[in-house]
């Protein structure tokens, strides 16, 4: 296939042209760089089935020759206010790149015929009264608070991509990526996956806010586009959730972390400093992805922090 991918830059995307290059499609890769880097696509500048279009896809979107699937993946992601990164310090191009992102990338799809797969969120469930979380389950969502700008554009955009798919009869595909880690995160992303693994190379105690016993699932990279390939392969239209359901408390994680890395500098708890709307709980569902794409991660917490702390190490310039 010859296949668009927008947000190509990013840390998600940039593992997504990656795989579907080995896998011998043709990609087109479009990025603008508010959150991407053009080092995440640097080892792929010599590969001849790799072009790049610079482009924010807010605005009308033109790629001259024929495509046969368009992966939307283009937004800021982080929720740290303190990360330049963040979409809480993005709040105006991040609901443009969920509505009007969707809407260009929605119209591309429909004048190729080709299939289209959105990266949606586990965010859309808001702070969820429901756990685990099922594709069935509606969310618990603020739709003014300081998340609003990521979890409405997200939740805009899946809307958007089944009036399309009813009314258009686009092929379309949803995917709701819960928490995900691997090399080519920004160093500076603000989320706990980085945050940590810094501080544990540097032998600074972690800093964990509030007790600690807030709860997360970490899915690995390349599980994570195991699944994203396969849901665009398979014949599903409604949401799929793609996330590993081994469901911890922050504070085992950063026990796992100094673990592994060997830091005895421990923990800093501190005042909680949570966006308002924070879910408190996270744990994706998979049940769907398992029956209808056969996908289950296959990363134990433990191999897919040994491919990630390495390019920390090396990103931090330590041996």
């Known amino acids: 296939m010859r296949i668009l991918i927008t947000g190509a830059a990013g840390f998600l995307g940039s593992h997504l042209c990656e795989r579907l290059l080995l896998d011998g499609h043709e990609v087109v890769g479009m990025d603008n760089f508010i959150t991407g880097s053009q080092e995440n696509l640097a080892h792929l500048s010599t590969n001849t089935k790799f072009s790049f279009i610079r482009?924010?896809?807010s605005n009308f979107i033109f790629v001259p020759g024929k495509?046969?699937?368009?992966?939307?993946?283009?937004s800021p992601a982080s929720p740290n206010p303190k990360s330049p990164y963040g979409y809480v310090n993005l709040p105006i191009q991040t609901m443009k790149a969920g509505a009007l992102g969707t809407h260009n990338t929605l119209g591309v799809a429909r004048t190729n015929v080709a299939k289209f797969l959105l990266a949606s969120t586990s965010e859309i469930y808001g702070d969820p009264l429901e756990h685990p979380q099922t594709e069935s389950y509606w969310g618990h969502v603020n739709p003014i608070g300081d998340r609003s700008v990521y979890d409405e554009a997200k939740r805009f955009a899946e809307a958007l991509t089944m009036a399309y798919h009813r009314f258009h009869g686009?092929?379309?595909?949803?995917?709701?990526?819960?928490?995900?880690y691997g090399p080519r995160m920004h160093l500076d992303d603000g989320r706990v996956v980085p945050n940590f693994i810094q501080q544990a190379l540097r032998g600074e105690p972690l800093t964990i806010y509030g007790d600690g016993q807030q709860t997360r699932s970490f899915c690995y990279v390349n599980d994570l586009v195991e699944g994203i390939v396969k849901l665009l392969l398979s014949d599903e239209h409604l949401p799929v959730n793609i996330g590993n359901p081994v469901e911890m408390t922050i504070l085992e994680f950063a026990e796992k972390i100094n673990s592994?890395?060997?830091?005895?500098?421990?923990f800093k708890f501190i005042p909680s400093d949570r966006l308002e709307s924070d879910p408190q709980r996270r744990r994706p569902d998979i049940t769907r992805a398992h029956n209808i794409l056969t996908w289950e991660p296959r990363?134990?917490?433990?191999?897919?922090?040994?491919?990630t702390i390495p390019?920390?190490?090396?990103?931090l310039g330590m041996r």
């Open 299 to 307: 990363y134990s917490l433990e191999s897919g922090l040994s491919e």
């Open 260 to 266: 592994i890395v060997g830091n005895r500098s421990g």
């Open 67 to 74: 495509l046969d699937a368009v992966l939307h993946f283009a």
């Open 311 to 315: 390019y920390f190490r090396q990103k």
């Open 170 to 180: 686009i092929d379309t595909r949803i995917a709701r990526i819960f928490n995900t």
């Open 55 to 57: 482009h924010d896809v």
